[in-house]
């Protein structure tokens, strides 16, 4: 089992990209953003929104200096100048932890911009340069290609066999952890070498031991990478996948497997479980029967992990990523000014903050591992416990009543079941003590 630090056990992130809330991206009809806007400190008044939510940390997408959508970085200790200044950084980093709110920064350590002066030195002194070995070449004899990040020919891939890599990476995480950043997120974390993180997270840490490491992984064996790797946790898209398929399809018995994989990995690490972030089709917008948005929601407040929401979701925003230039835009949209006029779905607002409350409330849910009770297709009962604490959740998908067998006080259920004695209601859901 990984050591992670003990703040970690209650964490609930409010993940957002800024310099889409920001009003950077895309570029507004007024003309590009100017330096001296300081749209990074729009966050600040969405900090109560995010204490009252029930978020314990606010999990910031890229705000270093970069070309376009910051995952192309240009200077790894600068802020980027169309979201303001280090100045700008620190005060918002102050008024985080002034709420008792940890803050999570958004590390590309995998590439660069082409724009990034070691990437424009590289390219003028050419493959057999000193200053080329900062980027990786391609496998072709003498290597003369730098090898582009997954086909994207603005983002080369660092060299991370180079020690001058390493020491970057290590300098730029301290730098900011030592402004008030508590934890990093590893872009594209999948793609390095697990030797590499091995040898530069313990280095980190020896001067940081309070740090927390969420590292990007899409596929493969996620248990392993943590081992390998030293990170504290990864992404956890096996369940975000199965979470809405089984939901859409009415087969929970897909959400059953998967919990058992989940289960697996709760006995080495606590996964990052999520229903939405900022690379993926908003869950209202793919759940296909609005009646079981709220199952989503409510599973990932009670299954083990550190779960993350993704700003907006919790206002039922609707928005689908498409493979296309930009379509990241509309997962990705501006916030207002003032999260009191910000409009979407009272209902799955509030639902957020009573299951966001009830987590809070149960900390020991963190490494809670998820058994059957019973199941169908359409309707499934889960016990999620650690030691003798446990509750157990009901999901109905279907058009029938369902028996509420399990004894224990019930917590809280949609409307619709509160008002029945001794079942869920169509279409409904409830959450019981022990």
Known sequence: MTTEPTWVADTVWWRVYPLGACGVLPEPPSGPVGPDEHRLLRLIPWLDHVVALGATGIALGPIFASTSHGYDTTDHLRIDPRLGTEEDFDTLAAAVHARGLRLELDGVFNHVGRAHPLAQAALAAGPESDESSWLRRDGDPGGRRFVPFE?????????????????????????????????????????VPTSFWADVLPEVRRTHPDLWCEAEVIHGDYAAFVTDSTADTV????????????????????????????????????????VGNHDVTRIASRIEDPRHLP????????????????????????????????????IRPELPADPSTMTGDDGVLQLHRRLLRLRRDRPWLHRATTEQVSLTNEVGTFRTAAGRDAITVVLNLSDAPAALTPTGPLLDADDATLARPHEVAPHGWAVLGA
């Open 295 to 330: 199952h989503a929601i409510v599973a990932l407040a009670t299954l083990g992990g550190t779960p993350e929401i993704y700003a907006g979701d919790e206002f039922g925003l609707r928005a689908l990523k498409e493979e296309r230039a930009g379509g990241d835009d509309a």
């Open 235 to 274: 992404t956890q898209y096996e369940l975000w996948k199965a979470l809405w398929s089984s939901i859409n399809d009415r087969n929970l018995f897909e959400l059953a497997w998967t919990l058992t994989r989940h289960d697996s990995m709760l006995a080495t690490f606590a996964p990052v479980t999520f």
């Open 151 to 191: 086909g994207h020919d603005s983002l080369l891939t660092l060299n991370h066999d180079d020690p001058r890599v390493r020491s970057l990476v290590i300098d730029t995480m301290r730098h900011w952890l030592d402004r008030g950043a508590d934890a990093w997120r590893l872009d594209a974390a999948y793609a």
